[in-house]
Nanobody, 127 residues
Framework: QVQLVESGGGLVQAGDSLRLSCAVS????????MGWFRRAPGKEREFVAA????????NYADSVKGRFFISRDNAKNTVDLLMTSLKPEDTAVYYC????????????????????WGQGTQVTVSS
């Protein structure tokens, strides 16, 4: 049974940076693309970023492109999300997730493409 545990959330000011980390246990981490999603208050869970199983390719939502950076360490079974130039509208619960197809060439952005999720970590950005 694969388990994902996020950490690193907190309360920051606009313009600050924050690094989220997701530790994955169980399964074969290095064979799966990984993604980050977020859910803001009163909104649906939305795609933020994804990284291929090799770590070479990445994909970002337009709203975070150039500010957020996803990376992974297949030796440590972790995937990180570095968030810079944070804005109040980035306030949300952030979730990491594992793609449901091993060795996929696609970097998918829909929730149904991911079959394992963490419990989430709260990020609050004050203005």
């Amino acid at each position: 049974q694969v388990q994902l545990v996020e950490s690193g959330g907190g309360l920051v000011q606009a313009g600050d940076s924050l690094r989220l980390s997701c530790a994955v246990s169980g399964g074969t981490f290095s064979r799966y693309a990984m993604g980050w999603f977020r859910r803001a208050p009163g909104k649906e869970r939305e795609f933020v970023a994804a990284i291929s199983w090799t770590g070479v390719n990445t994909n970002y939502a337009d709203s975070v492109k150039g500010r957020f950076f996803i990376s992974r360490d297949n030796a440590k079974n972790t995937v990180d999300l570095l968030m810079t130039s944070l804005k109040p509208e980035d306030t949300a619960v952030y979730y990491c997730a594992r793609d449901n197809i091993p060795l996929s060439r696609l970097l998918r952005t829909t929730r149904v493409a991911y079959d394992a999720w963490g419990q989430g970590t709260q990020v609050t950005v004050s203005s």
